[in-house]
């Protein structure tokens, strides 16, 4: 120590898709951890949806990350100095430090992991945010009762895979919508998915039609647009429309794509409801607990996609996300 | 007898606009009333914004008006010969007897109502579907709470005045959109609204922004498209949207527009909701006995626009629904 601690940093607010030169590249120091805190490796970098969103100025449930400053992420790092008596070196922490090789914190925020648990990167997916999105928006928003069918977009997801496979767990009929015949397969024949619908070369409305013959209980949005409506026109009385995302309309420019079907809610009685999935942080815990059983007893199995580099490799990386090219979780191990 | 009953029949499937060669007016022979039935000569015809889904052919929460099926709609009617031993002549009863001048019926889905408590036309009003759609979608949809703020749309017409006043009964801040200067000032000179927004000259964006300061707890919407788009910009934190109706989209020839800021819903926690009010119809004794008393009371005031004519004159009235035109209920009192 010093060495050099390798950041990314935002240089330009992305206009559509989010392109190198929206980035760039920063040194410094290592700091080394003050009294109270502790310094970190990074070794696992998330690379999530969400971050388009974090990219625009404008009001959202964060503020948006500023011009110039390290790109925010979730990550999980190895503690290599601490003078905070929680934490030695040798331990892992997760937690949201950013794009960055290396990480002080005082903790706030943060929760130690057991790699003999999991692997470590599963704490950035089906024990991390993901996870508790699936775990929180099927079961709270979506209020989710035995025996209905779910339908999810963005199936083959970090969240996607996870939605799905829960939704069997209760007992659920169970559609994933997702984009290739590849990811389709692997919904069906792997995660135990009753149908898949390849939105690439099907007509979603038709394949809905067939695979919902009886309507749609929960529909869980990760991608909006087309889908969205589609989705719309197959819901059963009651229906709940669980809004998580909406990565089609991400990198739009010419503005998102209403739904254009939404007065099928009025029709089917049906609601539509968003959430942010921080606002479960107090019941993570026992959501977690729940997930690591189900993964135990291979109820869930965990899909990731993991990439291989360092922290220059985060823009294409996300580039992926957007492009659909990741099965399940995609995270960034650094070398 | 038997004499002649004109009625209103649907002679094409509007595309767009409602136009008068989309009606044909029919004659018929007076039918007199079998053995359990009462035949009434029609006092007062009701117009919704609703009349115009009926005419699609589309599935929905009622079958399509059939081409060259008299017109559906609500109506009271004054009984002028029964062999139902519930009904005498000279009762007065509410039910959905179609546009024509004279109706047959055994009762079922009727109700007999009391000029000496409330006007007939109230019946097809405040104390009627409009009525029950304002109470059961502020209070049990919107779960409204004392000292929110609701925002309602459509708000000068027959459920938006009743919405409006429901929850200045309630304890909550009001803010009305409407089309027009003079239905402003009714709605906060006369209905008590604490401000009316009218869409026609404001830009209903910046207006909400001051209306609303805290933002928006309960949005009653009964017109979507751009309006809509302008309240989700401004939903507090858990807000409800209830999707009552969208007046300014059922004569659209281009699709419904959907509402492009819906991730809102994401953001702020919120849901939008449907709902159809014969859902509520073991309910509607109760809300009618509140209403009626909040009427006594002079909590809320009732506003209707009757046009005096014949059955022949439904098409014109039907167009100033769409237009507009109707301050509060819009009804046709037959002469």
Chains 1, 2 share one sequence.
């Not at 690591?292 to 992926?320: C, N, S, Y």
């Amino acid at each position: 120590m010093p060495g050099t601690n390798r950041q990314i940093r935002l240089a330009a607010r992305p206009v559509g898709e989010v392109k190198s030169e929206d980035w760039s590249l920063a040194e410094e120091p290592v700091r080394e951890p003050g009294e109270g805190e502790f310094a970190g490796r990074t070794r696992y970098v998330s690379l999530d949806p969400a971050m388009r969103g974090w990219l625009d100025d404008r009001p959202s449930y964060l503020p948006p990350v500023g011009l110039g400053e390290v790109m925010r992420a979730g990550s999980v790092i190895e503690v290599t100095a601490s003078r905070h008596p929680g934490y030695q070196p040798g331990d892992f922490v997760v937690g949201t430090f950013g794009v960055q090789e290396h990480a002080v914190s005082d903790g706030r925020g943060t929760l130690k992991v057991d790699p003999a648990l999991a692997p470590l990167s599963t704490y950035l997916g089906a024990l991390g945010m993901p996870g508790m999105t699936a775990y929180f928006g099927l079961l709270d928003v979506g209020a989710l009762q035995e025996g209905e069918t779910v339908v999810v977009s963005g199936a083959a997801g970090a969240v996607g895979t996870i939605v799905g496979q829960i939704a069997k767990v209760k007992g659920c009929r169970v559609v994933g919508i997702a984009g290739g015949a590849d990811k389709c397969a692997m919904l069906t024949e792997e995660l135990g998915f009753d149908a898949a619908i390849d939105y690439r070369s099907e007509d979603v409305r038709k394949a809905l039609r067939e695979h919902a013959p009886d309507g749609i209980d929960v529909y869980f949005d990760n991608v909006g647009g087309d889908i969205l409506d589609a989705a719309l026109t197959r819901l059963a009385m009651r229906a709940r429309v669980v809004v998580c995302g909406a990565i089609s309309q991400y990198n739009s420019e010419s503005g998102v794509q209403g739904p254009s079907n939404y007065l099928s809610l009025l029709v089917r009685r049906a609601r539509m409801e968003g959430f942010v999935v921080f606002d479960y942080a107090k019941r993570y815990g026992e959501a977690a607990l729940e997930l690591a059983g189900w993964i135990g007893e291979g109820r869930i199995k965990v899909k990731e996609h993991v990439v291989r580099g360092g922290v220059e490799d985060f823009p294409a990386t996300l580039q992926m996300l957007f492009r659909g090219e990741n099965t399940g979780k995609l995270v960034l191990e650094l070398q």
